[in-house]
């Protein structure tokens, strides 16, 4: 890191890794709402199964149906059908924010870290030349010649 601000260095460092803590929060936030969503679409979709096995059983003993619960039950069936869309549709939404927001974090990080090496290079050249400029001074006094003009 030479001639780099090392404080400026590090603090910016711990912003960029506070900026992905943030989005990993929010991505781990969503994964667990996603979770917390299918675990609920399983036992819909386990309370269904047991419906329909109980459906089958009372067909086999010879027992009638009623209409409306043959109707309960696809109604049932197209909820937990549209509950699986929404979740996947929203976790999907989701989760792309969230790289979406990364790759932003990510972009104006690689922004920064570029505007700061550039004006330490710039500031180290300065400070280059200053020296080249001072020795080049001292060696013509040192040998007793006048020190040539330096053009910027």
Known sequence: MRGLDADKVYG???RLADQVQEAELELNETRARNERLLAELQR???ELRQM???LEHYEQAGDRVNEQVVQMFSQAQLVVEEMVQDVSRDAR???GHAREHERQIVASAMDT???QVRSYAQTAQAQ???IVDSFATEVDQKLGSAPPRTER
Request: glycine share 16%; net charge negative.
């Open 12 to 14: 910016y460092l711990d």
């Open 44 to 46: 819909g979709r386990g």
């Open 52 to 54: 329909r096995e109980e």
């Open 93 to 95: 939404e989701r989760i």
């Open 113 to 115: 870290a570029g505007e």
């Open 128 to 130: 280059m030349q200053s």
